[in-house]
């Protein structure tokens, strides 16, 4: 948790995974007169906004009430969003129905003394649960519970000063009112408190890539598709939460149309599998679509990415070039006459980890074309072999397989996918949940390779500013 405690006027930056914030606001006290005066001041009053909706890297305005004569000052957040009142005019105390804010309590009312006989006293300023206390002759009203001050008491005979109010917002006492110079006491600026979680952690979540094509009726297939790669740069949690990881598995080594590679599951979010290579075929439509399949009499086009890239297309030639599978960050490479394509790259988000993700499998080719290479995770394609299996947790593609004879050889497997968890290691405790759990500078960055629960726990110890 976060705290921030302004007694002066200023502005709040809401810090990074942080998206609601508590407001308190203390309006300030008014002066007691000096004097032949006989008024005291009235108590400010208390406001809250239980929780207001905020923006990481905005900066809000913070205004601090101070005390006046006649009148204390408004305390505000964000101008209008959360005012208390400040205690006056004079004798009044600040007022709860023109405050504005979820939780309201006025300021006490301070007392008017009699000229040369008594001194009136301060107002208490009101809490975040009571209101101030009203003063009673020259006794100064109590204080708001809790965060209230008491009002100042007012003089005692001819010449005594009247007593400050107490923090925050407790009302001034009235100088004993005579001939004889006395001076009243200064009511209590306000204050603004400010209190938050850090509610938010970044998640990357890569689903399982699409095998790769396999051959059939002489012909070669195309490379796999990668998984989709979601970055949540906010995803709110609160303590305690257990928030369920599931990890989409790669397809497996095939020769048949139509598998896409499992879905990856962060709590709410979930990203969705590549498609396959195709084999005799179009490539699978899929978060990045598959290669289509090598042929010397027909084309095969790409399969379509849902959420990132298409696979590349084959060409019509002897050899049979397919099409390379579609990744995360880039289009899969059609073939040429020579070439099978190359599997489209993959992504990498900075805010998480600098490994790129999902990249596409290599297509394969049945004579002397040069092979289609897999991109980042992503297999490579094989001539008379299997395809080149995908890296594990990478959610890369397969590779796709080739053969120049009447042996049939499946695809390779797409790669499974991974999800990574990152938050800056002060804001938040001893977070459980992963296969490893490493720090990086600041942050602590939890990476899952198989199912599990992230589990959210708070530091003991609260980041407290006063300003």
Known sequence: MGTQTFTSSGSWLCPDHVTSVRVECWGAGADGENNAGVQAGGGGAYSRVNAFACTPGTSYAVVVGTHGYSSGGDSTFNVNTCVAKGGGPLTAGGSSATSVGDVKFAG??????VLNTSAGAGGG???????GGNASGATGGIAGV????????????????????????GGGG?????????????GADGLVKLSWDFNTVKALIVAGGGHGGGTGGNSSGGGGGGGET???????????DAIVITIGAGSPRSSTNGQVGGSSVFGSVTAVGGGCGGTGAAGTNGACGGGGAGSSAGARAGGTGTVHYNGGANTIDADRPAGGGGGAGAVGATATGTTAGAGGA????????????AGGGGGAQTGTATLGLGKNGGGDGKLNAIGGDA???????????????ATTYNGGAGGSGIVLVRYPTSYFGACTGGATITKDGTDTIHTFTGAGTFTVFYPTQSIVTVI
Do not use: M, W
């Not at 009235?174 to 200064?186: H, V």
């Not at 979601?230 to 305690?240: L, S, W």
């Open 174 to 186: 009235n100088g004993f009112p005579s001939a004889t110079a006395a001076n009243g006491g200064y």
């Open 391 to 405: 890296t594990a947790n990478t959610g890369g593609g397969g590779g796709g397989g080739g053969s120049n004879s």
């Open 346 to 357: 993959g992504y990498a988000n900075t805010g998480i980890s600098a490994t790129l993700y």
């Open 146 to 169: 809790a965060g209230g001050g008491k009002g100042g008491n007012g003089g005692a005979g001819a010449g005594s000063a009247g007593q400050n109010g107490d923090s925050a917002g």
């Open 230 to 240: 979601h970055y949540e740069t906010a995803y709110t949690v609160a303590e305690g």
């Open 108 to 113: 006490g009312t301070g007392t008017a003394g």
């Open 125 to 131: 300023g009101a809490g975040n649960v009571t209101v």
